[in-house]
């Protein structure tokens, strides 16, 4: 004998906010437009619900590029061996060539690069607060371990490193990212102390 399960009628159960940041992420990394009210149809989700979660769709973005930015770097310098100024070195070097080469942020600068680039680089936003302090994370952690001492203070270090990203990395062409990784690189070593 088969049991059967009866089902309530009415709207499936309701979904979560990192379901609906995760599914954005995936838009994102397909090189898909990012759209709230599709995200929240395909979840089952009322268009008021993702507005209490993210507020605006600008939020929504600076949210997941700020999570995918964060994971990468922590996944990154997890991957790097050693410690110091040469690890965080190539800590973000890498980081900023993968950056580079993702075909969702080259979408996401081609198709909208004025939003795009005030959702990555205003510090009234979401994105480049957390950036800076997933930044800053891992240079106080070395510093915490002993093995680096920077000659001014975290904080200031990882604010100049991420604006420094920003402008060799971001520029004003239809393309959207400029990719001069090894320029920057030169300067990244540079205030390091890595050089």
């Known amino acids: 004998m088969t049991e059967t399960v009866t089902r309530r009628p009415g709207r499936p159960a309701a ?18 437009r990012v759209d709230v009210q599709a995200i929240a149809r395909e979840l089952g989700l009322a268009r008021a619900t993702m507005h209490r979660w993210f507020q605006t769709r600008d939020a929504l973005l600076g949210e997941l590029l700020a999570t995918l930015a964060e994971r990468r770097l922590s996944a990154v310098r997890a991957q790097v061996r ?9 800590t973000f070097d890498t980081f900023n060539r993968e950056l580079v080469n993702t075909p969702g942020m080259r979408f996401l600068l081609s198709q909208e690069h004025e939003r795009a680039l005030r959702i990555l680089t205003s510090s009234a936003g979401i994105a480049q607060p957390r950036v800076v302090a997933a930044v800053q994370a891992l240079i106080d952690s070395e510093v915490d371990a002993g093995r680096y001492a920077p000659a001014v203070a975290p904080e200031a270090l990882a604010y100049a490193i991420v604006r420094l990203g920003e402008a060799f990395l971001y520029n004003d062409a239809v393309a959207g990212i400029r990719g001069d990784v090894d320029r920057l690189r030169e300067i990244e070593a540079a205030l390091l102390g890595a050089a």
């Open 82 to 90: 050693g410690g110091g100024a040469a690890a965080l070195l190539r």
């Open 15 to 32: 979904s979560t906010r990192e379901a609906a940041l995760a599914l954005a992420t995936k838009r994102f990394l397909a090189c898909e």
